[in-house]
């Protein structure tokens, strides 16, 4: 083994544990198939319990992840939107 990288890790291993510095991405995926709200929200909580627990740093992401699919308001439908601005360029 490289002495080099032993002397690294019994170094890093003696200093506090404040967090791990790496996210593997498959532990911030958010289903799509969560339509229930019930089991949507259980779900969460138990994902972020037993996957983000000692990740912080990745918990804020996966939340807007999850805004994103599961919006807490209904999104305006686009084409309403652009038909009503399209009325305050009427012509004379």
């Known amino acids: 083994m490289n002495p080099a990288y032993v002397k690294m890790s019994k170094k890093r291993l003696q200093k506090e544990f404040v967090g791990f510095d790496s996210i593997d991405p498959r532990m911030e995926r958010v289903p799509l198939d969560l339509r229930n709200e019930s089991i949507r929200k259980a779900y969460l909580e138990n994902h972020k319990h037993w996957f983000l627990r000692g990740h912080e740093n990745a918990l804020s992401d996966f939340e807007k992840s999850v805004e994103s699919l599961y919006p807490d308001r209904p999104k305006e439908p686009t084409q309403l939107t652009l ?10």
């Open 83 to 92: 038909l009503e601005q399209k009325e305050q360029y009427k012509t004379q």
